[in-house]
């Protein structure tokens, strides 16, 4: 479209619900002062951000799922305070949208995005030798990486959210230990074999199971989740509880909230954010307190 642009929309076309979407999308293009982009790739979408950003737009709607999220809130890591960023529901599983209290329903979910109430919320970074980026929810490092490293994209479209526990029971007979050493911002350091590392900023993973259930959104702190090395029952008694919020009661679960940690692994842990590995150390992360003004529905997980 020509003339100025208040609102910018990255549109993911590879989305897991992008075919359900062809009301909304026409909707959002006819709208006065909106530009709806889909970008190649998510590099390509970080740089039309940043570039909209620098150029005076108002509000950015990342149109996809929680990668496109990420590379929407990388684009704006320099915006001015009061660009305000919105979230279109249009992955698999949405697991940012669950915190954010964003609709599953794609006509409720933009007008969500038209009147809803915008909140100053926290981001997640996390820094190695070689890069920095952001993040909005969750960074899983461990044997979880290897779910979702198993899924394809013919399973995302079949199975929707549930591909990621029926891919998740693929790796329970071959769990992987680390033996891990965390250093937190107390400056203590707990040392210890462990199958999974959780960073969290938001509460919902690998299809919207509540991984983090003491997250909140504008807190100032990553909820950390370490589950321990273990026996096959510890294995069994785990998994019946963790679609109950119940496992952080575990002994073989160490729950922390923190500003920032620094992990060291042998072998080395490799983090997933999205699909996107980090497989370098030391790694650390931090949270960024209220880096962003961000539509949030009523029950978002937040302090309003």
């Known amino acids: 479209m020509d003339g100025p642009v208040d609102t910018l929309v990255i549109w993911n076309s ?20 909106t530009r709806l982009i889909t970008p190649e790739h998510s590099r390509d979408a970080e740089a039309k951000v940043r570039t909209a950003c620098q150029q005076g737009v108002r509000r950015v709607i990342a149109a996809g799922g929680d990668g496109t999220i990420n590379s929407v809130i990388n684009g704006m890591a320099d915006a001015a305070d009061d660009v305000v960023f919105g979230v279109l529901p249009l992955g698999t599983a949405n697991d940012y ?8 329903d794609l006509d ?36 979880s990486h290897r779910v ?38 107390d400056g203590s350091t707990s040392i210890l074999p462990v199958w999974n590392l959780i960073v969290a900023n938001g509460q919902t993973s690998a299809g919207r199971i509540r991984i983090a259930p003491n997250a909140k959104l504008n807190d100032g702190l ?32 160490l729950y922390r909230q923190a500003k920032s940690i620094e992990v060291r692994s042998q072998p080395v842990i490799k983090f997933s954010i ?14 960024v307190p209220g880096a962003l003004q961000t539509i949030v529905g009523p029950e978002a997980v937040c302090d309003v």
């Not at 994209?153 to 891990?180: H, N, P």
């Not at 980090?278 to 992360?285: A, K, T």
């Open 14 to 33: 590879h989305a897991g619900r992008v075919q359900e979407a062809d009301e909304v999308r026409r909707q959002l293009e006819a709208e006065p002062g």
């Open 97 to 104: 949208c669950a915190s954010l209290d964003v609709p599953d």
């Open 108 to 143: 409720a979910a933009l007008d969500l995005i038209r009147h809803g109430t915008a909140c100053r919320l926290d981001v997640a970074e996390l820094h190695t030798a070689s890069r920095s980026t952001r993040f909005a929810n969750i960074a899983t490092g461990g044997n």
């Open 148 to 185: 979702t490293e198993s899924i394809t994209s013919e399973q995302k479209q079949t199975w929707g959210a549930m591909c990621y526990l029926i891919s998740g029971l693929s790796v329970l007979a071959d769990l992987r230990s680390f033996e891990t050493s965390v250093t937190w911002d």
């Open 222 to 253: 990553l909820d950390v989740v370490v589950i321990e090395e273990g026996s096959v029952m510890d294995i069994a008694a785990l998994t019946g509880r963790y679609l109950f919020d119940e496992y952080i009661q575990s002994g073989k679960v």
């Open 274 to 287: 999205d699909g996107d590995l980090v497989d370098e150390e030391p790694i650390r992360f931090r949270v």
